[in-house]
Every structure is written in structure tokens, then in C-alpha cells.
């Protein structure tokens, strides 16, 4: 099963599994990652679910949709090249793991 | 002793001696049905639901209260779990007044159907569109409205001379309703609100509320061929190019009529009422007015709103501890999630440098507020600012009391206002 290893601000790390087609965000709010709020269940609309994704594992993601990209200027953390919505960065196919860095706020 | 009653790990409540099920596994002692909350009465939470919300939320997170005629779900992790799982708690209520005064709308359907209609209003309420295009228009119409509110001098009502035309004529524009006014708007608006909430089955409300809900079908029946020749921004227009049926496009339009007025109008005033009386947050948004955005999350916290919405359980279940028969009808309670105190410190409290917390007040999951964006931007960004600039020592009338009502929907019903 793909993998998704979410590193907190404080350096501690934890690997979650993901089913097949399973986007950060969901993967985090089932395991109760914390700094991933998820707010809007998923439809690019809240910016809850901030990640950066490691700069390494970036290359092999689609680019942002218009609707993430005008999203991602909502942030409450400072957005960089390496912010992405958890809820439209979907693991799977080549994609089989990632590691994405929580920021310290969310909302 | 060697007997002491077992207490729930969810509520720190005790099971009455006696009750527990024997036969059953250890767990099954936490759950317990619903208690009774025969004590709350309608006009009560109508005045000020907040006491009895703390006394509910003490007792258990869901009780069934007759005078509401539903389960009121009042804890912050019960009303969370509820709005992340739309499998168990379904939107789509059985003899939903909501349908019955503005048809059947997205705010009343489960997914792959909402989804559907939600996808149709496109980019109009999102961030890009509200940046490029609706702000400039909403500080036009700030400052049209504003300037009435001055013209009409100290004095005037915050909510009716400024608050509701300024966030009425917003919501027309929004819409593309170009063949009505603002003053229609807060009619439909409130008619078919009445309608929603006609649990007393009272045929004038109902006839006003079917008389605003034809008024919107024929302004519509113009619009969309109007608006599918000259595309503008609105979602009228984006709608007139779309393959979705008439009977959505209605329904969707009449929720967002109710839902997309008293809601940005309600916050303004109440986040205005709360900073007058609190002097020393007065001063400090005064100095420093990037703290508004602040106040207006905390303002809708601490007063959401839309204090209750429904649901409607798909099976028997247990929810944080308690038992819920299949087809149980809920009220979601984010008024009272808002102020749970295992989540936010001293949560009776107005304070704009409390911690940051996730509230509730916007909805979670599939059915998270549409326009959270829009009243941000119309009410944090561009009112704000403006009504601290333009009316110098703002304050209450101290001769004429304020009036904050309400529950399924609060907001501030009377504002006399003076200013030097």
C-alpha cells in the first residue's frame, strides 16, 4: 500500500498507509495526524489541510489546479514552491510514497 | 466501597444504579440512551440559548428535547463526527421544512447528488473570483451603504440602515439578480427563512413564504436567457450554460437566498457589538486593523449564525457514547460546539487573542459553508475596516438597548448606534 510520512514541526515523523487513490488529507484526518484539520471534507475550499511536500518527492505530482492554486494563497502558514492541498494530492500508480512537512498553523 | 458506579469515559457521567445491561461485554456499559431534556422550552433558547447549552453539554452530548421535537447534538466531537461521516448522517431529512419552503437544495441532498449542484456554482465564490472582481464591487456598495447609514446620522440602526441593504445588495449582485433589488432580497430572504422554520404549520407564514418563493421562480425564469447572452460573473450565469434541471437551479438559488444574507449580516453586526463592549479589543483592532479577520472568527464562534442545522441518522449507531435509533432526527448544535469547553478555554468569552482552534461555525465536510470566502472577504476585509474609519468613537446607544435573539439562527435585532 502507498505511504504518507507526515513530519510535524517538532521533527517527529509517522508513516501512514493509504489505500489505493487516497489523497493526504483524508489519510490524515483517518489517523488523526495532527496540524491537518481538513475542514471542508475535501473540495479545495477551507486550505485546512496544508502540507509541504518533500522537495525530492514533488517532481512526480501533477501541478495544482486552479482552484488549489488560488486556495493555497489562503493559507495561514506561509505558502512556498512546496505547498500543496492535502486533499488534492492523491497517492497511487507511480506515486507509491511521500513525505510531506505539517506546518506549525493551520487555521 | 467496593461499588462505585461506573462513569462514562466520554461524558464523566454516571449510569443510574440498576440500569446497566448485565449479560452484555464491559463496553457495552458505556453506551446509554438519549436523557430527556423536557426543560428546555423554545422561547428560552429564542432569548439566549447559551446557559441552557452549558447545562446540556454538562449532562450528555446528545438528549432528545420535546420541545424541539429532535435530538439535540450540543458537544464540539459530537457535532464533528456528525459533519465528517454524511454515510451515517444523512442531509437528505425526511418532511424537511427546509424543502418544503425552497424546494430541494444542495444543502439538503447527500453526495454523488450534491456534488453535482455544488460543482455548478463554479468559481463564483471562490477566493480568485472574490479577488478579482467581487471586492471591488463590494466596496462600492460599502460605501453607498455606509454613506446612509451617516446620512441618517447618530442614532440610526446598525443592522437595518446599514448592515442588511450592504449585505442584501451584495447577494443580488452575487446571484445576477439584476431585475430585483436589495429590498426584495431581505424579503425573499426572510419569508422563506420563516418557512424553514414554520414548526408551528402557521398558514400565513407559509402563504409569504410561497408567495417569495414564485417571485424568485419568475426572476429567474428572466435572468438565465438574459444571463446566457451577457455572462457576467454571477451564478445565475454560470448556471445558464449549464446542464443542470430548473428544479435544482431554483432550490439551490432560494437556500443561497436564505443562507447568503442574514449570515454575513448577522456577523457584521454581532462582531460590531462585541468589540463595543469590550474596550481594551475596541482599541487594539482600532490600532491595528489586520486584526479584524481575527475578530471575525472569533465573532462567529463565539455567535455562530446558523446555530443548528439537521440530520437524520441512515441506522441505529451509537455517537459518543449514546444510542440513536435509525431515522433519528438530529439538530447539530454548532452554537453550543462553538463553546464546548474540552475544546476552547474560557469559550463564554469574546476574545479575539484567544488560541487559534478550529470552530464549527462554517460546517464541516461535504456541505462546508460555499460562501465562507464571500462574508469573510464582504464583512472582514472591506466592512470592517470602513465602519471604524468612517464613524469616529463608535458606540452603543447607551438609551436604547441592543437586542441579540435567536438560536436556530442568532444575530443582533436591534442596534441603535451613535458616533461623533
Not at chain 1, 488534492?88 to 506546518?103: D, F, T
Not at chain 2, 438528549?63 to 454515510?87: F, G, K, L
Not at chain 2, 433589488?181 to 422554520?197: L, V
Not at chain 2, 478555554?345 to 469574546?350: A, G, K, L, R, Y
Request: charged letters at 20%; aromatic letters at 8%.
Amino acid at each position: 500500500m502507498p505511504t504518507i510520512t507526515f513530519e510535524q514541526p517538532n521533527g517527529t515523523a509517522t508513516d501512514v498507509e493509504v489505500a489505493e487513490g487516497g489523497n493526504i488529507m483524508r489519510a490524515a484526518v483517518a489517523n488523526n495526524i495532527a496540524g491537518i484539520v481538513g475542514e471542508c471534507g475535501g473540495q479545495a475550499m477551507c486550505a485546512t489541510c496544508h502540507v509541504y511536500v518533500n522537495p525530492e518527492d514533488a517532481a512526480g505530482l501533477p501541478e495544482p489546479s486552479e482552484d488549489e492554486d488560488e486556495m493555497l494563497d489562503c493559507t495561514t502558514a506561509e505558502r512556498t514552491e512546496h505547498s500543496r492541498l492535502g486533499c488534492q494530492v492523491s497517492l497511487g500508480g507511480a506515486l507509491q510514497s511521500i513525505r510531506v512537512a505539517v506546518p506549525s498553523d493551520q487555521v | 466501597m467496593s461499588t462505585a458506579p461506573a462513569t462514562c469515559p466520554f461524558t464523566g457521567a454516571q449510569a443510574t444504579p440498576g440500569t446497566a445491561p448485565v449479560p452484555h461485554a464491559s463496553t457495552e456499559s458505556a453506551v446509554r440512551e438519549a436523557p430527556v431534556a423536557d426543560w428546555v422550552k423554545i422561547e428560552d433558547l429564542y432569548r439566549d440559548p447559551f446557559p441552557i447549552y452549558q447545562r446540556l453539554r454538562a449532562e450528555a452530548p446528545v438528549h432528545w428535547v420535546p420541545a424541539v421535537n429532535r435530538y439535540m447534538v450540543t458537544s464540539y466531537a459530537a457535532c464533528h463526527e456528525i459533519e465528517q461521516d454524511e454515510a451515517r448522517f444523512s442531509a437528505n431529512e425526511r418532511n424537511s421544512l427546509m424543502k418544503r419552503s425552497m424546494g430541494h437544495s444542495m444543502l439538503r441532498k447527500d453526495n454523488p447528488e450534491h456534488q453535482v449542484d455544488r460543482d455548478s456554482y463554479g468559481a463564483t465564490l471562490r477566493p480568485g473570483t472574490i479577488k478579482k472582481h467581487w471586492n471591488g464591487i463590494f466596496a462600492q456598495n460599502n460605501e453607498k451603504y455606509l454613506g446612509q447609514l451617516l446620512a441618517k446620522g447618530p442614532g440610526a440602526d446598525f443592522v437595518w440602515d446599514y448592515a442588511a441593504p450592504y449585505t442584501a445588495e451584495n447577494l443580488r449582485l452575487i446571484c445576477g439578480f439584476h431585475n430585483a433589488t436589495q429590498q426584495d432580497m431581505q424579503r425573499w430572504s426572510q419569508t422563506m427563512i420563516d418557512g424553514t422554520g414554520n414548526y408551528a404549520d402557521d398558514p400565513e407564514v407559509w402563504a409569504k413564504a410561497e408567495a417569495s418563493s414564485a417571485e424568485v421562480d419568475a426572476a429567474i425564469d428572466q435572468m438565465l436567457p438574459y444571463l446566457a447572452k451577457n455572462p457576467d460573473h454571477s451564478l445565475l450565469s454560470n448556471l445558464a450554460s449549464m446542464p443542470i434541471p430548473l428544479e435544482a437551479i431554483r432550490a439551490n438559488l432560494k437556500m443561497t437566498i436564505g443562507g447568503g444574507l442574514n449570515e454575513p449580516r448577522d456577523v457584521l453586526a454581532t462582531t460590531v457589538w462585541a468589540l463595543l463592549q469590550n474596550p481594551g479589543q475596541l482599541q487594539a483592532v482600532r490600532q491595528d486593523p489586520a486584526l479584524l479577520p481575527k475578530a471575525f472568527e472569533e465573532s462567529v464562534r463565539w455567535v455562530a449564525p446558523i446555530g443548528m442545522y439537521p440530520r437524520e441518522t441512515t441506522q441505529e449507531l451509537v455517537l459518543e457514547g449514546v444510542r440513536l435509533p435509525a431515522g433519528a432526527r438530529l439538530g447539530v448544535v454548532l452554537g453550543a460546539a462553538n463553546r464546548d469547553p474540552l475544546v476552547f478555554e474560557d469559550p463564554e468569552t469574546f476574545n479575539i487573542f484567544r488560541e487559534k482552534k478550529p470552530h464549527l461555525a462554517f460546517g464541516g465536510g461535504v456541505h462546508f459553508c460555499a460562501g465562507t470566502w464571500i462574508a469573510r472577504a464582504q464583512v472582514a476585509q472591506v466592512a470592517l475596516p470602513e465602519v471604524f474609519e468612517k464613524l469616529p468613537n463608535l458606540r452603543l446607544d447607551p438609551a436604547t438597548a441592543s437586542i441579540d435573539a435567536g438560536w436556530v439562527f442568532r444575530g443582533m435585532t436591534k442596534m441603535p448606534i451613535l458616533w461623533d
